[in-house]
């Protein structure tokens, strides 16, 4: 091993460390002897250990905790054990898990993860980021705790999301651990119970708002762009109407991207994709319906309209195969209640409630993002049925018992007819002697991947084409025995193959658009591969 560390120094050392997989060899070099029993463990022997421990817990937050102690510990192990078992373990240590572990962040405090930057550190952005150790920088995930997952404001106590996110980079994509930053935009809560909770370890102030909290973010990447130029700064779980403004500032000028919105759109978007090769149609005849227009619906349904552009469509073409239905019906041109972003999808059209839509309109996909759970009636199920032979049904509103409605109930309404996936797993289900496995549309299967990729070639931004060509790619990756069971996408534990395929090809579609900063290499692969970090000691 090559390192001047010795004894505990080593031994302690997190990215070092094998612990007892180190060979009588390197104890002997390392001064390691006597310092650790008798016997030379193998890696595989530590994974085991691990997840014999992990099982016997009885809570999944204490198992959260245990992961996060062996992160510190044990890096590689860490990564081993996420990449070995990833349907087990990202569950852990994402979401569901995660959203317990921000709840109770300032309660199972142990040790700081990541960087925190408060309205106290204006104009000091650049120096207070001196004292953190790593110079090449390659990932941030940045949020201000806003709205975390569908938990609402929880203020610093989200600190767990972008380390979980950072967490998924590396394990799923291969990014190196020490290149990845995790930031905490801590600008305060407005939520009463964290301000009153006396072991809150965050800003305990109201949140900054307006002006203030926009210059603070802009001297956050102005000071990222100069002291770690190839940095991708991914933003996460912003306030809706604060993402889009960050978003709409940033994109076109700054390698970034905002997961709630262009993640889950792409993702989605493969799960369309996919689903065509099961019901044999072109996409570009899909009529696609939204029960929901908020943030997640709109975010696919903009990314949608690229694809349908992609497809040979015109833009407004493209708007006319997508519709809306929100709380209030059928989003149509007149409605006075209307938002900016809904106004490209308000249509001249009666204005219906959404089960009279359906019967109108007759979408062949339908897809709820609302967060209000069993809109997605018997009634609904059965009239997409009566009008397809084989219906799409998404329910991403997560967590699962927010979903519109169940795998189970899509499939016993459809009479199996339906092509199913969710936002939140579910089992599988077995309904009249068939056995379905309904998909998840996890952002993990993409922004790992468009995240290597992106900062592989040094993309100086991430426009719209590579989230398509994400989507592209990923519905390609699933196989024919994943079509046959139903699901709409990939195994997980195939997870470090896709992300590599995604990462190759949305730095190809960046050289072609000219947004690559190197050379291009002669074989892309290899120097994506070459570059991933592999946990194996
Ligand atoms: P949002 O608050 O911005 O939008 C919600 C929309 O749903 C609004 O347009 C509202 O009018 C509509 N709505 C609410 N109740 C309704 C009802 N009973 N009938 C019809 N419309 C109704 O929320 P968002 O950020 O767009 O998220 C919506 C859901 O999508 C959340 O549950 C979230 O978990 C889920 N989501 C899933 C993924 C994923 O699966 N990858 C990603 C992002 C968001």
Known sequence: MNTKKR???????????????FTREEREQLGLRGLLPYSVANQDMQVTRVMHGLRRKAYDIERYILLSALQDRNEKLFYKVVIDHIEEVMPLIYTPTVGQACK???????????FYITPEDKGEISKILDNWPEKDIRVIVITDGQRILGLGDLGANGMGIPIGKLALYTACAGI?????????LDVGTNNEDILNDVLYLGYPKKRLEGDAYFELVEEFVTTIQKKYPDALIQFEDFLTPNAYALLNKYKERVLCFNDDIQGTASVALAGVYASTRITNTDFKDLKIMFLGAGSAATGIADLMISAFMDAGLTKEEAAKHLWFVDINGLVVSGRDDLMEHNMPY???????NFMDSIKSIKPHVLIGATGAPGTFTKAVIEEMAANNERPVVFALSNPTSRAECTAEQAYTWSNGKAIFASGSPFDNVTFNGTEFRPGQGNNAYVFPGIGLGAISCKAKIIPDELFLTAAKTLAQLVKQDDINSGSLYPKLTEIRKLSLEIAIAVADKAFELDLAQIDKPKDLRQFISDYMFDPQY
């Not at 004894?7 to 997989?21: C, I, M, P, Q």
């Not at 190196?176 to 905490?184: A, E």
């Not at 308000?346 to 219906?352: G, I, P, V, Y």
């Open 7 to 21: 004894n505990f120094d080593v031994l302690h050392d997190g990215s070092l460390t094998k612990s007892v997989a």
């Open 104 to 114: 109770e962040f300032s309660h199972i405090f142990k040790r700081s993860k990541g």
């Open 176 to 184: 190196k651990p020490h290149q990845c930053l995790p930031v905490m």
């Open 346 to 352: 308000a249509h001249d059209h009666e204005q219906l």
